[in-house]
C-alpha cells in the first residue's frame, strides 16, 4: 500500500512539472559517538529520513517553499534550521536558531549540524545528610521548635514575677479545659 502511494506521488509529482531537489546534510557529535539512526524531519512529519553511519542525510525531492528542520535525537540538542528551498534556480537557504528565542544565524549549505549539548534525563541523587533532612523537612523543623519550647516553658514559669505567675496561674483556672469543650461540642 505504501510502496503504492509513492510511486503515485512520484507520478504525480513527474506529471505536472514541479521542480523539486534534494537537500543534505550532515550531523556530528562532539566525541566519539557515531550519529547514526538520527531522525532527521523537515516541517514535522512532512518529510522524514534517518542519518547513515557517517552522519550524512539526504531529503530527495523537496518541492520549492520554507521548511522547518529538526533533529529528534535522544540524547543530543540540536539547533532548528529554517530552509528556504528555490527548486528553479537549485538554491537553499538556512537560517540556525540554536533554542527557541534565540537570535537567528546564517548557515551554511549543504547544512552541517553539530550537537550542542548531551541531554541528561536522569539526575544523581544527592547522598543522605542529616543536616539536609531536618533543614529540609517543615515538618522536622516545626517538631524540634515544640522540643525546645516545652524545654524551655518552666524555665520561663520559674524566672516570671511571682505576681505575674499568680496572674498566669489564675488564668489557667478560668480557661476551660478543652476535653470537657470537645464532649459538649460532639455530645
Request: proline share 9%; glycine share 6%; charged share 20%.
Given at each position: 500500500?505504501?510502496?503504492?502511494?509513492?510511486?503515485?506521488?512520484a507520478l504525480v509529482t513527474l506529471a505536472f512539472g514541479v521542480k523539486t531537489m534534494q537537500i543534505e546534510?550532515?550531523?556530528?557529535?562532539?566525541?566519539?559517538?557515531?550519529?547514526?539512526?538520527?531522525?532527521?524531519a523537515l516541517n514535522g512529519e512532512q518529510f522524514m529520513t534517518?542519518?547513515?553511519?557517517?552522519?550524512?542525510?539526504?531529503?530527495?525531492r523537496v518541492p520549492s517553499g520554507i521548511y522547518s528542520l529538526d533533529v529528534l535525537a535522544i540524547h543530543e540538542v540540536f539547533s532548528?534550521?529554517?530552509i528556504q528551498v528555490n527548486a528553479e534556480d537549485g538554491v537553499v537557504k538556512a537560517v540556525e536558531y540554536m533554542y527557541p528565542g534565540a537570535t537567528k544565524r546564517s548557515a551554511t549549505y549543504p547544512?552541517?549540524?553539530?550537537a550542542l549539548a548531551?541531554?541528561?534525563?536522569?539526575?544523581?541523587?544527592p547522598p543522605f545528610s542529616i543536616m539536609s533532612f531536618i533543614m529540609g523537612?517543615?515538618?522536622?523543623?516545626?517538631?524540634g521548635f515544640s522540643v525546645l519550647m516545652l524545654a524551655y516553658f518552666p524555665k520561663?514559669?520559674?524566672?516570671?514575677?511571682?505576681?505575674?505567675?499568680?496572674?498566669?496561674?489564675?488564668?489557667?483556672?478560668?480557661?476551660?479545659?478543652?476535653?470537657?469543650?470537645?464532649?459538649?461540642?460532639?455530645?
Open positions: 500500500m505504501w510502496f503504492f502511494c509513492v510511486v503515485l506521488a546534510g550532515r550531523l556530528t557529535i562532539p566525541g566519539d559517538q557515531s550519529p547514526a539512526g538520527i531522525t532527521v534517518l542519518s547513515r553511519v557517517d552522519g550524512s542525510f539526504v531529503f530527495p532548528q534550521l529554517k547544512l552541517q549540524l553539530q548531551p541531554l541528561n534525563y536522569f539526575h544523581v541523587r523537612n517543615p515538618m522536622m523543623i516545626i517538631m520561663l514559669l520559674k524566672e516570671m514575677d511571682p505576681e505575674a505567675l499568680k496572674a498566669y496561674e489564675q488564668a489557667q483556672k478560668e480557661t476551660p479545659d478543652p476535653s470537657e469543650m470537645l464532649k459538649k461540642l460532639l455530645g
